[in-house]
């Protein structure tokens, strides 16, 4: 099965850094990719890992550590526009392109 | 413009009743999914379709079907709605190459009384 827990809520002040951080459980493995979702919109892409280590584009970096099941999504010089729930996803190595999302953590950017 | 796009955008529906939700691609994509989405559970795989001609069930299947004619349609029917299955459910379609990133359709807000 596939377990994904990522943190329901964060805030941050405009400028800032944030990470936000997702573990997970796979049978498999084959992936992760996170996803910025705002409200009453559809999910976009914003990254994908299947390597370990950081990918870097733009202000967006994510990192991922395949022996830990952990993943993170730094996002930084923070914009009001960046408020967005971000969704972390696994695709298992025997499930084709099925991906298994995390419930999504939503991000409140303060002026 | 290429894309997904579904439709109805939005529906009231009465219990019992038969409802289908559209979603059609032209990216040429292999791979069509359906998701809902409610409110603290996040996105909840429905059915899948890695090609044309075949379908696969996901994680929360019961009450829905779906067919897959060609590669651009992929339709969802509820034969007989109930009020648990108000959400809002997303298309998406993916190449299923080296990255398969998905891509979402825009979501119909569905109401069932």
């Known amino acids: 099965g596939q377990n994904i827990d990522q943190p329901t809520e964060m805030t941050a002040t405009e400028g800032a850094i944030v990470q936000i951080n997702c573990t997970y459980q796979t049978s498999g493995f084959n992936g992760l990719f996170w996803y910025q979702q705002h409200a009453g919109e559809a999910p976009t892409f914003l990254s994908y890992n299947v390597l370990d280590g950081l990918e870097e584009k733009g202000r967006f970096s994510s990192f991922l550590s395949r022996s830990k099941g952990y993943s993170y999504l730094l996002l930084k010089e923070l914009q009001m526009k960046d408020s967005a729930s971000y969704l972390c996803a696994v695709r298992g190595r025997s499930t084709l392109g099925r991906l298994y999302f995390g419930r999504g953590t939503q991000l409140t950017v303060w002026p | 413009i290429a894309g997904i796009t579904q439709a109805p955008t939005s529906q009231i529906l009465a219990a019992g009743r038969r409802m289908t939700l559209r979603c059609t691609q032209d990216m040429r994509h292999n791979a069509m999914y359906w998701y809902r989405q409610d409110l603290g559970l996040g996105l909840r795989l429905i059915h899948y379709?890695?090609?044309?001609?075949?379908?696969g069930k996901g994680e929360v299947p019961d009450g829905y079907s779906v067919s897959r004619a060609n590669t651009d349609d992929f339709p969802l029917t509820l034969a007989s709605a109930v009020p648990s299955q108000t959400s809002v459910y997303f298309c998406?379609?993916?190449?299923?190459?080296?990255?398969?990133?998905?891509?979402f359709g825009p979501g119909t807000r569905l109401t069932v009384l």
């Open positions: 379709s890695n090609t044309a001609g075949t379908t």
């Open positions: 998406a379609s993916s190449d299923m190459g080296r990255r398969d990133e998905q891509f």
